[in-house]
């Protein structure tokens, strides 16, 4: 199975400032056929079930605010909250769809 | 609205089984893969398994294979995971979800609780 590690365990972080959270996989999650990254982020606050972020990587889901973001390819994968709001404290995510047994990554805490 | 109701979670003791139902409504519920992720207490987010839209294409985190089994009926807009063989270590929130790539909606979730 694909190993997703999250870093770090958990971040606080001052409000409007950048939150910056890691992703690897132990295999590259890039698919040749399409040239897109198997890789999604998910938010998710305490008493609630996760919320879809990211998709592809990079592309904002529906409605997600434009100051969350994701970066990466192969291995290596970010998500930035570029100015940190009351309402983004929550677990973060990541999560491969590489494989037909999917994955998630440990998860991130972001406090204020 | 899309909404998702999960239901049937309970105490169960180690070596029972539980099917849990999740009914959807606000889509096309044919037109979808739909996934099931479980989530123990204070931990995170566990994959557990999807299936394709006629119920032909199936797959499973290795812990639960040969234990569980997922199954939707489209003319009753539900999706099921069938819990044999159940351990101390399924307990969890269980949600389902719709997609396989990416989950875009998520039900509220139900308690299974694993325990003699």
Not at chain 1, 50 to 69: C, E, H, N, Q
Request: glycine share 10%.
């Amino acid at each position: 199975d694909i190993v997703m590690t999250q870093s770090p365990d958990s971040l606080a972080v001052s409000l409007g400032e950048r939150a910056t959270i890691n992703c690897k996989s132990s295999q590259s999650v890039l698919s040749i056929s399409n040239n897109e990254n198997f890789l999604n982020w998910y938010q998710q606050k305490p008493g609630q079930p996760p919320k879809l972020l990211i998709y592809w990587a990079s592309t904002r889901y529906s409605g997600v605010p434009d100051r969350f973001s994701g970066s990466g390819s192969g291995t290596d994968f970010t998500l930035t909250i570029s100015s940190l709001q009351a309402e983004d404290v929550a677990v973060y995510y990541c999560q491969q769809h590489y494989s037909t047994v999917r994955t998630f990554g440990g998860g991130t805490k972001v406090e204020i | 609205e899309v909404q998702l109701v999960e239901s049937g979670g309970q105490l169960v003791q180690p070596g029972g089984s539980l099917r849990l139902p999740c009914v959807a409504s606000g889509f096309t519920f044919s037109d979808y893969w739909m996934s099931w992720v479980r989530q123990a207490p204070g931990r995170g987010l566990e994959w557990v398994a999807y299936i394709n839209q006629d119920g032909s294409e199936t797959s499973y985190m290795d812990s639960v294979k040969g234990r569980f089994t997922i199954s939707r009926d489209n003319a009753e807009k539900s999706l099921y995971l069938q819990m044999n063989s159940l351990r101390d270590e399924d307990t969890a929130v269980y949600f389902c979800a719709r997609g396989h790539w990416w989950l875009e909606k998520w039900g509220q979730g139900t308690q299974v609780i694993v325990s003699s």
